[in-house]
């Protein structure tokens, strides 16, 4: 198609401007394609600093997404703090095609429909319910078990809108927290008895379908600090996530660059948990160690482009998440022997405010030895203050 085409005064507009935009984009100016944002937050934003095209209003203002995405070959998402009906909106009046699709945006846009989609599609989620009353979160404890986490069907994220209860007073004190007597929409998810906690991200378009490794994630409070690829478990199991992956992206007719989260259970099974309709911070380490990274397939996909190989450049992969440790201005300290390293990589996400917890930028390692090397990039990564 002619919009397609790598023209000079092509422009492919984000939904969204914080890192994932960000590493996006950098791949796009590869390509010659002006960018642009569109975003709900005041300041400035990691994307902000690479572009003259920048907007600042609400994901539920029609009209104003309508007349920025008017001025736009392509546009696609960095978050899922949307709507489908809204983005289907737009695309009808601007005449503008969002990739992931609204139609395939709508069969995952919150934790309740996602996990019917998947479910319908023979795919194994975790044991979930959509709790409306007190009542119905204790009869949901008492059927899976205590504890068992109750989660915001929309918007949750690194922790936020998770909460894990223990018994009743706990599950009542968090449905309250988390907007479930105001309305929101709460799902209760059993607690799973995992080993490990794995991730796979797929790029599809019509050209065809691609597959990353399988790695694994590794969590401290619900927030992501580590990822090794490819996992340290039976190369079998690596293989099935993967295939429930590609089956996941093809129950969603989906174009674009997509992440799921699965839950190893201690006896060998696999659940998808999450899933996410773009970039993931769990294929961050893909920008130095598989020859294509997430965020250039992403750009592909959405583009209709031919997609790149998905194979690691090294045999092992350890990316660290670079969090915050202050509250003050944005500032990197004791990173130079980080950079020192022959095959280490620093990424710093160009955020002007630090926070302690935040995601402030991440710092990726490639060897051969998985012991020694995720040693190492622990090592760094605890050096370096942000």
Not at 34 to 62: A, C, H, K, W
Not at 209 to 223: A, G, K
Request: net charge negative.
């Amino acid at each position: 198609m002619s919009k397609t085409n790598l023209r000079a005064d092509f422009k492919l507009g984000y939904l969204g401007a914080g890192q994932l935009a960000r590493m996006s984009a950098l791949q796009a100016f590869r390509y010659g394609i002006q960018i642009g944002l569109y975003t709900d937050r005041s300041g400035n934003e990691p994307v902000e600093f690479m572009t003259p095209y920048s907007t600042t209003g609400s994901f539920d203002d029609t009209e104003e997404l309508t007349a920025f995405a008017s001025e736009y070959d392509i546009l696609t998402l960095e978050n899922e703090f949307l709507s489908s009906l809204v983005l289907r909106e737009v695309q009808e009046q601007s005449g503008t095609p969002i990739y992931p699709s609204p139609s395939t945006f709508a069969k995952i846009e919150n934790k309740l429909i996602e996990k019917q989609t998947f479910e319908k599609a023979g795919i194994p989620v975790t044991p979930y319910a959509l709790v409306g009353t007190v009542e119905e979160i204790q009869k949901f404890g008492n059927k899976h078990g205590w504890p068992f986490v109750l989660k915001s069907s929309k918007g949750g994220y690194d922790g936020y809108g998770n909460e894990t209860v223990n018994n009743p007073e706990e599950a009542e004190a968090a449905y309250r927290a988390l907007g479930g007597f105001k309305g929101h929409k709460i799902i209760a998810e059993a607690f799973i008895d995992f080993s490990k906690e794995l991730a796979v991200q797929v790029a599809r378009n019509e050209t065809g379908s691609v597959v990353y490794p399988c790695c694994e994630t590794i969590q401290e409070n619900h927030i992501n600090t580590a990822v090794i690829s490819p996992a340290p478990i039976d190369p079998e199991i690596r293989k099935e996530a993967q295939k429930m992956a590609l089956s996941a992206t093809e129950a969603l007719d989906a174009r674009g660059l997509f992440a799921y989260e699965f839950f190893l259970t201690e006896d060998g099974n696999l659940l998808l948990n999450e899933s996410a309709p773009r970039p993931h911070n769990s294929g961050h380490y893909t920008i130095e160690g598989c020859i294509t990274s997430q965020f250039e397939n992403h750009v592909r996909a959405v583009m209709g482009l031919p997609l790149g190989s998905t194979e690691m450049r090294k045999p092992v992969v350890v990316m660290m998440n670079l969090l915050g440790k202050y509250k003050r201005k944005a500032k990197v300290n004791h990173f130079r022997k980080s950079m020192a390293q022959v095959d280490g990589h620093l990424h710093v996400y160009g955020k002007l405010q630090s926070k302690i917890g935040r995601k402030m930028g991440h710092y990726t390692l490639l060897g051969d030895d998985l012991e020694a090397v995720y040693a190492q990039a622990k090592e760094y990564a605890e050096q370096i203050q942000l």
